[in-house]
């Protein structure tokens, strides 16, 4: 879960902070929201897909990533439901990465503190409720939810404070990428479950060729669907994980 905000969400937010730094100096609001929407739709790109990736593929990810010698198939259903459950705080996770920086470009340190301190409150509240409820799962699900609310309530409270953040264009982006993340989805999870059949054998390859045939296949619906809906962000996309690959 951490590779996606690592390679995606600090990369994205590290690239804008210069940006707003010299547009909060120069108070630019216009250039600021800007700078904030482009970098959340660039995230949006990259972080939806992973999440529902991250669902749809949470099963046969950990089988081949951890079941061998005492980590058995229980413990792979177990650990797969954990992390389908904390995929949906990916997204949370990677705005805040966005949007705290923004406040601190605008002298305001006060308010990202605030809020994280709400925000673990109500984890904390969210966790006691859920695990009577779900168990382990609700633990997952607790964390997920008070980092999107950590995310939420930033950029509600960023808005204010830049008159806005082209809400407009962020929700078109988003609905685009969420139709292009669903059919990904879709194909991943039907792929997936078909090469179980075809390729019944539990080696650590076999496992790796399921697990990768799989994610190539959601990668080019998600390509070709990018390109029907015309989402200006993904080609944008695929550049900068390049280039992030490429320096590592």
Do not use: C
């Amino acid at each position: 879960m951490y590779l996606p905000i690592g390679l995606f969400g600090v990369s994205i937010a590290t690239a804008a902070l210069p940006d707003l730094s010299k547009h909060a100096a120069a108070t630019d609001k216009e250039a600021m929201r800007r700078t904030i929407s482009s970098g959340l739709r660039m995230m949006l790109m990259l972080n939806v897909p992973a999440t529902i990736g991250l669902i749809a593929l949470a099963r046969p990810i950990i089988e081949f990533l951890l079941e061998h010698g005492r980590f058995s198939s229980h413990d792979t259903a177990g650990t797969a439901a954990a992390l389908m459950f904390y995929a949906p705080g990916l997204v949370g996770y990677s705005a805040v990465k966005i949007a705290s920086p923004s406040f601190y470009s605008l002298g305001d340190s006060r308010t990202p503190v605030i809020v994280s301190v709400l925000s673990v409150g109500l984890n904390l509240a969210l966790n006691l409720m859920l695990v009577r409820v779900m168990g382990f799962r609700g633990l997952a699900l607790g964390t997920a939810t008070a980092a999107l609310f950590n995310a939420g309530a930033l950029l509600v409270l960023l808005r204010r404070r830049l008159g806005g953040l082209d809400e407009r264009r962020l929700g078109i982006a988003l609905s685009k990428i969420l139709i292009a993340s669903a059919l990904m989805g879709g194909v991943t999870y039907l792929t997936a479950g078909w090469l179980e059949t075809a390729l019944p054998a539990h080696g650590t390859i076999v496992k790796g060729i399921r697990v990768f045939t799989a994610i190539g296949a959601g990668l080019i619906v998600l390509a070709g669907a990018a390109r029907l809906l015309d989402i200006s962000e993904f080609n944008e996309a695929v550049k900068k994980v390049l280039q992030r690959i490429g320096r590592r």
